[in-house]
């Protein structure tokens, strides 16, 4: 099955700092999506990125799928921006998401 | 509308009762699936749909879960008899093209 791993597992970060998240998946994966949990446990998707790059405000999203990774960066924290990350990876369509283990950020005012 | 509605939000049961738990999906949106999310960041795929029919079920602990999509009904996650360790939020997600949108959960605590 497809493996997907996620590093660091736990960022502190103080407002205003940049930071980059990272996703490394196994091959034959064709589709990617980053999520944010909020501390509510609201899944919200951030970008839909099987490969090149997104941006969205202050968040920016790149994958190079030959290379098997993603990278989420974040600029000028916010402490709203707290919670986890998600990346998920499928390969076909209707085939489920495989998660990673998500990176646990806390920004400190 | 656009978003994937799952009701209750939280859900108690004594050990040995059932659950039952609702999604609709965004209308639309062939693909439903349903994921249990236990220890705040484990993810478990438990069953897809693709429309009213099963698509992949290799997730469902089957003894005790069951799962329905039928037309012009609400999805159903049923859990007969449950254990303690069925505690965890139920995701919700639909499909319909590239991107996945998932439901805001269901909190199942079972005491």
């Known amino acids: 099955g497809i493996q997907v791993e996620q590093s660091p597992p736990d960022l502190i970060l103080q407002e205003g700092a940049n930071s980059t998240l990272r996703c490394n998946f196994s091959d034959s994966v064709n589709n990617l999506q980053w999520f944010h949990q909020n501390p509510w446990g609201q899944l919200i998707n951030l970008f839909y990125i099987p490969s090149g790059t997104k941006q969205n405000g202050r968040l920016s999203a790149t994958t190079v799928a030959t290379e098997r990774y993603s990278l989420l960066y974040i600029s000028s924290s916010q402490t709203t921006d707290s919670g986890v990350y998600f990346c998920?990876?499928?390969?076909?369509?209707?085939?489920?998401?495989?998660f990673g283990g998500g990176t646990r950020l806390m920004v400190k005012p | 509308g656009e978003e994937v509605a799952q009701t209750p939000k939280h859900l108690v049961r004594g050990e040995g009762q059932k659950a039952k738990l609702y999604c609709a999906p965004i209308?639309?949106?062939?693909?439903v699936f349903w994921y249990q999310q236990v220890l705040k960041n484990e993810f478990k795929f438990l069953i897809s749909f693709q429309n009213e029919n099963v698509f992949d079920e290799t997730g469902m602990p089957k003894e005790r879960f069951s799962a329905k999509c039928l037309p012009n009904s609400p999805c159903s996650l049923e859990i007969q008899a449950t254990k303690l360790e069925d505690s965890a939020v139920y995701f919700c997600a639909s499909r319909q093209g590239a991107r996945y949108t998932f439901g805001s959960g269901t909190r199942l605590t079972v005491v």
């Open positions: 998920a990876a499928w390969r076909d369509a209707g085939n489920m998401l495989t």
């Open positions: 209308k639309g949106h062939s693909y």
